[in-house]
């Protein structure tokens, strides 16, 4: 699972969110354009996909060791 669209908060951003009840607050990574996003989004999902496969692969191996 993927959090590029999501800033990492803080410690204090995480106290201020209880307080902040009308999400002023809230931030997001942003992209010049849906193209970057779209891109962006695939990488991360080819990544994700390309570790599974590895980690597949190496308990597969593991196995018949």
Do not use: C, W
């Not at 990492?8 to 997001?28: A, C, K, N, R, W």
């Not at 779209?38 to 018949?64: G, L, P, Q, W």
Request: no cysteine; glycine share 4%.
């Amino acid at each position: 699972m993927s959090d590029f669209l999501f800033a990492t908060p803080s410690f204090i951003d995480g106290v201020m969110s209880v307080i902040d009840l009308f999400g002023v607050s809230q931030e997001y990574n942003d992209s010049h354009s849906e193209e970057s996003a779209d891109s962006r989004a695939i990488r991360a999902d080819v990544n994700a996909i390309k570790a599974d496969f590895i980690n597949a692969y190496k308990s597969t191996v593991a196995s018949y060791a």
